[in-house]
């Protein structure tokens, strides 16, 4: 399978920053990889904070799920946007990124670059 194609079908579907790696561009794709976990570990922290802070209060009823959905909505939720808007970014970026790669390196291997 061509590199143009299999490299940003495995950074789009699997995990961003393996088509970089598929591509043997080692450290962007160790880079993009620590960058994805780190907005991952960030987010499940913002949202164990705002879970924190609404049963901290001490007026959530569990028993009444629309309740806790309107205590939860009323928490400030900007940072989990932040971070899932910098995550979708990283993500097209992982993309298009291998696709580049992937397309220079199947040109090289057929001879075809235009310099």
Same mark, same amino acid.
């Given at each position: 399978?061509?590199?143009?194609?299999?490299?940003?079908?495995?950074s789009?579907?699997?995990?961003?920053?393996?088509? =970089?790696?598929?591509?043997?561009?080692?450290?962007?794709?160790?880079?993009?990889?620590?960058?994805?976990?780190?907005?991952?570990?960030?987010?499940?922290?913002?949202?164990? =904070?705002?879970?924190?802070?609404?049963?901290?209060?001490?007026?959530t009823?569990?028993?009444?799920?629309?309740?806790?959905?309107?205590?939860?909505?009323?928490?400030?939720?900007?940072?989990?946007?932040?971070?899932?808007?910098?995550?979708?970014?990283?993500?097209?970026?992982?993309?298009?990124?291998?696709?580049?790669?992937?397309?220079?390196?199947?040109?090289l291997?057929?001879?075809?670059?235009?310099?």
């Amino acid at each position: 399978m061509q590199k143009a194609i299999l490299s940003p079908v495995c950074s789009g579907l699997v995990i961003p920053g393996l088509g =970089q790696i598929i591509n043997q561009d080692l450290k962007k794709g160790i880079i993009i990889l620590c960058a994805v976990f780190a907005l991952f570990v960030a987010g499940i922290v913002r949202f164990l =904070q705002i879970i924190h802070s609404v049963f901290r209060s001490g007026h959530t009823d569990v028993s009444d799920p629309q309740a806790l959905m309107a205590r939860l909505g009323a928490e400030d939720s900007t940072m989990l946007w932040c971070l899932g808007i910098a995550f979708v970014l990283l993500w097209l970026y992982a993309v298009v990124d291998a696709y580049r790669g992937g397309k220079k390196i199947d040109q090289l291997e057929t001879g075809s670059l235009i310099k």
